[in-house]
């Protein structure tokens, strides 16, 4: 009962008591080898602390590394779309030096002129939402929501150009806890691999990515906490993967995709982001027909608004 993990002798008896002493030395050696083992697991309780911290730093660095790559690629496509308001906005900045112009005729060039540098604003600010960290927690994030607006952003991609993007958002249910960004870095990463599957297919003049929502529940009873989810499916008409790749296409670095064109992370950044949400990534290919990847998260009841009660 008085042991305390560094006493030299915890059993002591007297010299002519030989079993009880015997029994003393035995507790004693006991004793030390456990306060010895304690200590080793302290150690590698300590060791093991460290190494996580290392790994979530490497974790984070590969999220970040994907993250660029995506933001970098979208960049490309972005400061082509801002070149053309710009050269308009130009343009109705060399009318407006004409002295001879009416002044209705000059309002509207000015408001035209704001229109195409509103449109530009819009663009870069779309940009650097996907771009900007985001703090660490996750917190409740309407998918449907999230999906437009990331619609808006590809609209302007070339990379898009070669293919339609049907929105089908028809789950009861949309929200779900998450890190939007994080969130948006899997949506994203989704996109861009169904637009340059459907661009291998040279006989496919025409592409089509259709990305569709729907609730859905799992276990006996529908109606418990955490048994709903909420699949998002992402479906393309392009090449397909082989069956013997379907195994692999979530290890890090792995990809089919031609050297130079992606860096083999984005599906396992966005299977291990998935996962950390508590929800899974499931995919269905057939070569030649195309792939469907299903993103199946728990949903999240929106909290009913809080009532204010009138000012007195």
Do not use: W
Not at 109 to 116: F, H, P, S, T, V
């Amino acid at each position: 009962e008085e042991y305390k993990g560094d006493d030299e002798i915890i059993f002591a008896v007297r010299k002519e008591d030989n079993e009880l002493q015997r029994l003393s030395f035995a507790l004693n050696g006991l004793m030390r080898r456990l306060t010895a083992e304690k200590e080793k697991l302290r150690q590698t309780v300590s060791s093991l602390e460290i190494a996580n911290s290392e790994l979530r730093r490497a974790q984070n660095e590969i999220i970040r590394a994907e993250k660029l790559a995506s933001v970098g690629r979208l960049s490309a496509g972005i400061a082509h779309e801002i070149g053309n308001p710009i050269g308009i906005v130009t343009g109705y900045l060399e009318l407006l030096k004409q002295g001879d112009l009416a002044p209705d005729e000059r309002v509207e060039y000015m408001e035209r002129a704001q229109k195409e540098i509103d449109r530009i604003s819009t663009i870069i600010r779309q940009l650097l939402e996907i771009s900007r960290p985001s703090p660490a927690g996750s917190h409740q994030v309407s998918v449907h929501g999230l999906l437009e607006e990331m619609a808006q952003v590809l609209a302007v991609q070339p990379f898009m150009s070669h293919l339609c993007l049907v929105m089908r958002l028809e789950a009861q249910h949309d929200v779900v806890a998450a890190d939007t960004n994080q969130l948006r870095q899997v949506f994203l990463n989704l996109v861009i691999n169904a637009a340059d599957a459907i661009a291998c297919g040279k006989e496919k003049p025409h592409g089509e990515l259709t990305v569709t929502t729907e609730s859905s529940a799992e276990g006996p009873d529908a109606t418990s906490e955490g048994s709903a989810l909420l699949l998002i499916r992402f479906r393309d008409n392009g090449t397909g993967i082989a069956a013997e790749h379907l195994r692999n296409i979530f290890d890090p670095f792995f990809t089919t995709k031609e050297p130079g064109k992606g860096t083999g992370l984005g599906l396992a950044v966005s299977f291990m982001l998935v996962e950390s949400f508590g929800g899974r990534i499931d995919v269905e290919s057939t070569v030649g027909h195309g792939t469907t990847m299903t993103v199946a998260l728990p949903v999240v009841r929106r909290s009913p608004p809080v009532e204010r009660s009138p000012a007195s």
